[in-house]
């Protein structure tokens, strides 16, 4: 191959390495045992020669490896995964990587693991697994885990771009929820569904469902019965979940999040936790990840599962095939994506422009 392009992990499929080496790429892929990579151990992994790079959301993809990568001759960076918050997109502009992500490939099954979280905190999925497990069913209660009904009650959504807008979907359309949503943009198709399902309960002789776009995320926060959130990790995201919102939540609100951790203060929601009892979380994203607060750990309210929302095959072996398309885009000058800089969309209609 003439082009050299690494991948940080082992990827699902082999598709992805098929499209590379198809057109003139050699592919290295990296078999180090530990998980996360550090920026000496990609440095290393560079050498002096390399056309592109698909890398992971656990790497700090910055100044120096985008220095590094460009002075090895590359000009392509792709994360394999839609978030990017990892990726220091201004230093690689200023060396002249394009970066990319994969949108689109893992918006259902995201929107599915938020679901599952949001039915399996309601229906305390998890400590009933765990009461059976320990030999502590002794006959049937009419106390005995007693959850929460999600038909008629409100499912809040903040940030609702691609998989905020499924996930809602979901559990309207799964669940008969009424929706309130916040969101900078508006959510035109989302709405113009609620709508649509609401008339045809109605026209069923069903109650209908309702929408409301939130005015500030407080209202969101104050009424929705379920709460996920799917916003970008950013400078104006992080700990946007912290102890004063948390005080405004439903007492026996449900709190889902697989978008990144430190959206939410993960300390002031253990003391949150310790304090509501009837309050219960779905988390899929830690702010120390791979760590959880202390405490957190501990909680029967919460629901904890290692970052695994776009884990499907289907959806991995897509992300894989993107990472590597969004790459081979670059290094062959496919006339493809408008902005030279910039191989992927980094944002839905829906989301702001990255700061
Ligand atoms: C996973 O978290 C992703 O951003 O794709
Ligand atoms: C009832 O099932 C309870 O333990 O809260």
Redesign the pocket.
């Known amino acids: 191959g003439k082009y050299r392009v690494i991948s940080t992990k082992p990827m699902p499929g082999t598709r992805w390495i098929r499209l590379l080496t198809d057109q003139d790429c050699r592919v290295e892929i990296c078999t180090e045992k530990k998980t996360i990579l550090s920026v000496e151990d990609i440095l290393a992994l560079l050498g002096d020669k390399c056309d592109g790079v698909i890398g992971q ?1 656990t790497e700090d993809w910055g100044e120096v490896l985008f220095s590094a990568l460009r002075r090895a001759g590359g000009t392509a960076f792709s994360n394999m ?3 990017y918050n990892n990726v220091d997109v201004n230093a690689a502009a200023k060396y002249g990587v394009a970066v990319g992500n ?1 949108p689109g490939v ?1 918006t259902e099954t995201t929107a599915e693991l938020a679901a599952s979280l949001s039915l399996a905190a309601s229906r305390r999925i998890v400590e009933a697994d765990q009461f059976m497990r320990a030999g502590l069913y002794d006959g049937w209660l009419p106390h005995l885990f007693v959850g929460n009904l999600l038909k008629g009650q409100t499912v809040g959504v903040i940030g609702a771009g691609r998989i905020g807008s499924a996930y809602a979907r979901m559990m309207i359309e799964g669940f008969k929820m009424n929706l309130i949503y916040y969101d900078l943009y508006q959510a035109t198709r989302l709405e113009k569904f609620v709508t649509a399902y609401g008339q045809f309960l109605k026209a069923s002789g069903e109650q209908p469902v309702t929408w409301k776009r939130a005015a500030t995320m407080e209202d969101v926060l104050r009424e929705a019965d379920v709460i996920s959130l799917h916003p970008v990790l950013d400078k104006t995201t992080y700990h946007l979940i912290n102890k004063d919102r948390l005080s405004i939540m439903k007492k026996d609100a449900i709190l889902v999040n697989c978008s990144r951790g430190p959206v939410i203060d993960e300390a002031a929601l253990v003391e949150h936790l310790k304090v509501n009892p009837m309050f219960r979380v779905g988390l899929d994203v830690f702010e120390d990840e791979p760590h959880m607060k202390p405490g957190l750990a501990e909680m029967k309210n919460a629901i904890v599962v290692p ?1 695994i ?2 884990a499907s095959k289907w959806t991995r072996e897509g ?1 894989a095939t993107l990472a590597a398309l969004n790459v081979l885009g670059k290094i062959k000058g496919y006339p493809v994506w408008s902005d030279p800089n910039r191989i992927e969309v980094f944002l839905d209609e829906n989301s702001p422009p990255p700061a």
Request: proline share 0%; hydrophobic share 60%; net charge neutral.
């Open positions: 959301l995964a839609v978030g994969t893992l970052h929302a776009s992300m």
